[in-house]
Structures are given as structure tokens and as C-alpha cells.
């Protein structure tokens, strides 16, 4: 378990050789772009060492967190960012995402992803089918914006794990990971806030990741989903 917050050298240690992956992916607990500082030197250096690709998965809220456009800093470094659409309307957006912006992540989110068009090689949106989201018109915005893919269908379902106090508590990302690997049950997105883990998997799964889940964290006796 990673008792604090690593720093480049760790990461890269955890790495060892970055050649021997197809992908290397900035994701997982605590959005990304909160570490710029790290994410950057750690990109830098898998490219000084020959990795094959860096994508970076965020919910799009980089340059409100950082309070500057960070896209220039991912020209050169990121092959591939995947943003989070979640929603084609700002309030729904909120609802979901519980941003601390309010619905002005919405808008930031939208502008974030523009100039990754304009400066990436390619762009992906991520979509997850909810009650009162129009997915054609979720599309129709990815595709308005030039990304170069849009992911998301009918059949995927998201399981999530919420808590005040996961802020002050390692690995629990890795836990959650950790489970639904054991089921075979494959990741397809992953999305986080400071109090929130979601991953997106394919719906057939979602009973068994929730008593996966429920096991890992102790709430077996407990009632309502994770």
C-alpha cells in the first residue's frame, strides 16, 4: 500500500522499464492534473525512455484546478487524453460529477477539451448512459468539439465507491482495482473526485462487482449498492 503521495522517482520505480507496456495511463484516485508538477516529470521521463504511448484519463477540470491552461504543458508528452462527458447539459453534468466549480466545470471541461484538439493527437470523450442524459446529443457535442472518438454505449453500468474520509486513507483505489480484477471484470473508464471512485464496466458485471466490492470494503451486512 502507498502510504503517502508518490513522487517521480517512486513512479517511476513502480515502472521499472515502460517499454514493456503497450500503454502507460495517468488515472485512477484523485484526478491527474492535481499533480501536474509530478504527472509532467514522470511523462517527460517515460519518453527519455522509449514508452510506446501516454494517455491521460481526467474529467476535464485541469485548467479550473491549476487556474491556467495546462494544454501546452501535454503537447509533446500525451498521445491520447480521454475526458469525461458524462452529460450534454450543466446541470446533469453536476449532478453527477459534484465538482467543486458548480456548473461552471461544465463550460471548463467543454473549452479543455478544444484546445486538447487543437494541440493532441487524439481526443476521446467517454460517455455512460443515465437517466435524462441525451446520448445523441452528448455525441453530437463530442463531435462538434473534433474529438476522435467517442466511447459509451447501452450496455455499460457504473459502480462506484463514496466517502468523506478517502482523502486521508491510502490504497483505496488500489482495493477497488484489485476486486474487480480478481472477477475478470475489465475497467473500461475510471473517474474520480475527492470523495468518489467510479469505474465504468460492462453492465452484465455490475452484480458481481457490487458483492465484489461490498466484500473488499467490509459491507457485506450492509444494505444499498457501492
Known sequence: AVNDEPDA???MSAI???TQYDEVVFCGFGEPTMRLKTLLNVARRLRTQGVKKIRLNTNGQANLINRRDIVP????LIDEV???LNSHRRDLYQNLCRSKFGENAFDAMLDF???CVRSLPKVV???VDYPGVDIDESRRIAKEIGASEVLGNDSVAKV???GVGMRSHSGVAAKMFAALAAENINIRMISTSEIRISCVIEE???ELAVRALHTTFGLDDESGAA
Request: hydrophobic fraction near 45%; charge should be negative.
Open 125 to 127: 470523450f467517454t460517455l
Open 82 to 84: 480521454s475526458i469525461s
Open 73 to 76: 504543458d501535454l503537447a509533446g
Open 16 to 18: 521499472v522499464d515502460p
Open 113 to 115: 477539451a478544444e484546445k
Open 160 to 162: 462506484s465507491i463514496v
Open 9 to 11: 522517482d517512486a513512479v
Open 204 to 206: 452484465k458485471y455490475t
